[in-house]
């Protein structure tokens, strides 16, 4: 396998940051369902475009479909272990794209629309990042 492969898929962690990994895949995947399809209370596609544009996230349409595309498709790389690095590389960006441009401004606390959970969530994205994807994973399985 060559080295670049092994180094993305590689992994020294155990069964927590597995524990982990699904959980904040899980939570990704679900927000970016919100944002792709409408699915769980969210307003889809034109309502994600809507809402960006707003914040001056332009042109609305493709950035709500880069970041529902990437929590959808890294939430669901989280949840089964395959490429996390990279996964995890992106919803870190979308991550901090969402403390800067929505939630600094309100502060730290989640009941003034502040930054903890993103921050909570980055955290979980920077842990994957630095460890893999953990015991259970598909990139385990790969890598051997």
């Given at each position: 396998?060559?080295?670049?492969?092994?180094?993305?898929?590689?992994?020294?962690?155990?069964?927590?940051?597995?524990?982990?990994?699904?959980?904040?895949?899980?939570?990704?995947?679900?927000?970016?369902?919100?944002?792709?399809?409408g699915?769980?209370?969210?307003?889809?596609?034109?309502?994600?475009?809507?809402y960006?544009?707003?914040?001056?996230?332009?042109?609305?349409?493709?950035?709500?479909t880069?970041a529902?595309?990437?929590?959808?498709?890294?939430?669901l790389?989280?949840?089964?272990?395959?490429?996390?690095r990279?996964?995890?590389?992106?919803?870190?960006?979308?991550?901090l794209?969402?403390?800067?441009?929505?939630?600094?401004?309100?502060?730290l606390?989640?009941a003034n629309?502040?930054?903890?959970?993103?921050?909570?969530?980055?955290?979980?994205?920077?842990?994957?990042?630095?460890?893999?994807?953990?015991?259970?994973?598909?990139?385990?399985?790969?890598?051997?």
């Amino acid at each position: 396998m060559s080295t670049l492969i092994n180094k993305v898929l590689f992994t020294r962690a155990g069964y927590g940051l597995t524990v982990l990994r699904i959980f904040v895949g899980i939570i990704f995947a679900a927000h970016g369902a919100q944002k792709l399809f409408g699915a769980f209370g969210g307003y889809g596609l034109a309502g994600t475009a809507q809402y960006m544009e707003s914040l001056g996230l332009t042109p609305g349409y493709v950035m709500a479909t880069l970041a529902g595309g990437t929590e959808f498709f890294g939430g669901l790389a989280l949840i089964i272990g395959l490429l996390v690095r990279p996964a995890a590389l992106g919803l870190t960006f979308l991550s901090l794209v969402a403390i800067f441009t929505v939630h600094i401004s309100n502060g730290l606390f989640m009941a003034n629309n502040g930054y903890e959970f993103a921050l909570a969530l980055l955290g979980g994205n920077i842990a994957v990042l630095i460890e893999g994807a953990g015991k259970l994973s598909a990139d385990r399985a790969i890598a051997g």
